[in-house]
């Protein structure tokens, strides 16, 4: 099983910017997929951002405030969030999917944007 260590969270105010990071212990890192997903209170986890293994990549806010890149020299996925607004309040959480299946999945990073 893959372990998965999330790191860039805290307490940020609104207007700012973010970038999460997350690292994976495989040393072929370069052949999964990676997520990111986040959880706001009392909503349900919902996709962030994508990007696969070839580097294709998808988001899915509809303001399109989030981006998503991968390093594999590092074996880090990035998640960089700009404008911060409260709404981003959420544990988010790092993904990793596998090219024949399976996942695992991070302990998740709390953020707070509030003033």
């Known amino acids: 099983q893959i372990q998965l260590v999330e790191s860039g969270g805290g307490c940020l105010q609104p207007g700012g910017s973010l970038r999460l990071s997350c690292v994976a212990s495989?040393?072929?890192?370069?052949?999964?997929?990676m997520s990111w997903f986040r959880q706001a209170p009392g909503k349900e986890r919902e996709l962030v951002a994508r990007?696969?293994?070839?580097?294709?990549t998808w988001t899915f806010d509809e303001e399109g405030r989030c981006s998503i890149s991968r390093d594999n020299n590092r074996n880090t996925v990035y998640l960089e969030i700009v404008n911060l607004k409260p709404e981003d309040t959420a544990v988010y959480y790092c993904?990793?999917?596998?090219?024949?299946?399976?996942?695992?999945w991070g302990q998740g990073t709390q953020v707070t944007v509030s003033s």
């Open positions: 993904n990793i999917r596998g090219p024949y299946g399976g996942e695992s």
């Open positions: 495989t040393t072929d890192f370069s052949s999964f997929h």
């Open positions: 990007i696969t293994s070839i580097n294709n």
